[in-house]
């Protein structure tokens, strides 16, 4: 896993994702945004950034091994950030479809 934290969780903690080529650092803007209020992660998708790359099998459907990893990703994010807060996950473009795909297989978190 690979991913940035910065802020205050004052309010909240909020975990971000990116777009297709891009990485956790083009949302930088988010972390300075937000981070007097909230905790912020920026997190780096499988394939991206310093995230570990795709394998050839992982190729075959890039979305569904993106996700699974992002859904593994989150759950321990969310396990090890202070509790009791409410957790906000957006994302830009993919980054957005795979954190919808993540949320709705997994309300629990």
């Known amino acids: 896993m690979s991913y940035s934290v910065s802020g205050n969780p004052v309010r909240g903690i909020v975990i971000a994702t990116h777009g297709v080529g891009d990485s956790a650092a083009s949302l930088s803007d988010i972390a300075t ?3 007097s209020s909230f905790q ?3 997190v780096d998708l499988l394939g991206h950034g310093h995230a570990p790359r795709l394998s050839d099998e992982q190729l075959q459907d890039p ?3 993106v996700a699974e990893h992002f859904e593994g990703d989150l759950a321990q994010i969310i396990n090890a950030a202070p509790g ?4 906000i996950v957006l994302g830009h473009s993919f980054g957005g479809a795979v954190a919808a795909h993540v949320a709705r297989r997994n309300p629990q978190l």
Do not use: I
């Open 33 to 35: 945004h937000f981070g």
């Open 40 to 42: 912020v992660y920026l």
């Open 63 to 65: 979305f569904a091994a």
């Open 84 to 87: 009791g807060l409410p957790v």
